[in-house]
């Protein structure tokens, strides 16, 4: 509650709430005192700060759809004094997803590494006359990261064998 920065909300849950409505509120706890990513991601940059000095610049490499909580985040930090700008930083990546929905492993679909890993081997396996396992598990690693190094690292990957796996790279 330092600086007065939280306010109850309407239903007793703790919020800070920007300047002009730059942003939606940021809740900090729950109705029931429960913490949320804030209340830990706060916690842990108070204990950067202490731990580590005024002049720490913090980076969180986090996924894209996280931008509007970064934002917020920083903001506080900002009201709070303990960071100034260019301090917090977000790094922004896409996600592996299949074309018309994300995976998820609550929901049981996804696609594991060894499978990928499994499927590159083969599919290189299918182009080599001498059938080298270890020469076509280098290849299809290559198609792998090739798949990944071509591509802005923010955007989403729709997840296609064909285009993971091109041998072509």
Not at 72 to 95: A, D, P, S, T
């Amino acid at each position: 509650e330092e600086k007065g920065l939280l306010k109850k909300g309407e239903q007793g849950a703790k919020l800070v709430f920007f300047a002009k409505d730059k942003y939606p509120p940021l809740m900090i706890l729950k109705q029931d005192g429960a913490t949320l990513c804030a209340t830990r991601d706060l916690a842990t940059d108070k204990f950067r700060l202490d731990k580590y000095g005024k002049d720490v610049v913090v980076i969180n490499e986090v996924g894209a759809e996280q931008s509007l909580y970064f934002k917020q985040l920083f903001e506080v930090e900002k009201m709070l004094g303990w960071y100034n700008e260019g301090q917090r930083i977000h790094i922004k990546h896409g996600l592996y997803r299949f074309k018309d929905e994300k995976m998820s492993t609550r929901k049981g679909n996804t696609i594991w590494l060894e499978d990928v890993l499994e499927e590159a081997k083969k599919r290189a396996l299918s182009l080599s006359s001498e059938k080298d396992n270890e020469i076509a598990e280098k290849v299809g690693i290559g198609a792998i990261k090739w798949n990944d190094l071509k591509r802005s690292s923010n955007l989403d990957i729709i997840f296609d064998w064909d285009e993971i796996l091109n041998m072509q790279g």
